[in-house]
Structures are given as C-alpha cells and as structure tokens.
C-alpha cells in the first residue's frame, strides 16, 4: 500500500488551520482501473464488431426484401389488371366516383386508413359493391394486389 500525507491550510473560527490527510491508495486499485478500461475498450469493440454484423445483416435484408417487393409488384401489378381494372383502372372507382384508389381518397374512405394492412383486409373481405377476393385469389396474390396498390398510391403513380 502507498500513502502519502496531504497538508494544508483550513480557515477555522479561530484563524487557519494545518490540517494533515493521509491518502493511501491500494495498487490493485489502480490495477483494477487500468483493467476496467481495457475490459471498456474491449467491449466497445465488440459493440462496434456488433454494430456493424446487424448493419451488414440489415443492408442484406433490404436488399432481398426489396428482390421480392420487386416480384410482388410485378405479381400485384398482373393480378389487377386481370381482377381488378374492371372498376379500378387507373386507379379510379367506377362505381363510387370519389372513393378512389389515390392515398388521399383512401386516407379518407379506407377503413383502417390507408396502410398496407387495410388494403389487404378491403382485398379480401370487399366492402359495398366490391366483391371479396379470399377464396378466389391466393394469399399470395391478394398481398401481391395490396402491396402493388400501396405503392400506386403512396407513390402517387395513378
């Protein structure tokens, strides 16, 4: 164990004061902080090491995700021109003029509002004049439609 004595002045009632402290510090203290800031360093590299995995897992991800949102929209895109065109072509209601397939129109009449999943749940369940389209098409094409449908509208490519 190393100590050292600190001295100094301390204002008392009376007038300064010599005061005198013992320091002592323990070498396995300073050891243990040296290592607490190797064993930080090391884990800031693993985080960084981390980081960037998810990172490079995220970016590949995406990367397929938008390979499939790709064929879905192709798949979408087919799929209502074949079932729905008859009322919906570019983007229009035949039917209900002003219950259109633009997202504003959809913002307001959608119920669910407009995101993917009310689309899906119009898709398959109609509402009104429109027909539901579970049982008729596949789950893959409905979602194909609904995800082709969003990107239409929230793209504004009607």
């Not at 243990?32 to 590299?45: H, K, L, P, Y």
């Not at 192709?74 to 008859?86: D, H, R």
């Not at 397939?101 to 913002?107: C, S």
Request: net charge negative.
């Amino acid at each position: 164990m190393h100590c050292s004595i600190r001295t100094g002045l301390r204002p008392t009632a009376a007038g300064p004061a010599k005061v005198g402290r013992a320091a002592c510090i323990r070498p396995q203290a300073v050891r243990s902080e040296a290592a607490a800031d190797r064993q930080a360093d090391s884990w800031a590299s693993i985080a960084a090491t981390g980081a960037l995995t998810a990172l490079v897992a995220a970016a590949t991800l995406l990367s397929s995700s938008a390979a499939q949102a790709g064929a879905d929209l192709a798949l979408g895109k087919q799929t209502f021109e074949a079932n729905c065109a008859a009322c919906h072509a570019g983007g229009n209601n035949s039917v209900i003029p002003d219950h259109t397939l633009r997202k504003a129109a959809m913002e307001q009449f959608l119920q669910g509002g407009f995101n993917l999943e009310a689309i899906t749940y119009q898709v398959e369940n109609g509402k009104g004049a429109m027909p539901a389209w579970s049982g008729t098409l596949d789950d893959d094409e409905i979602a194909a439609v609904a995800a082709y449908v969003y990107d239409q509208a929230s793209g504004d490519k009607w």
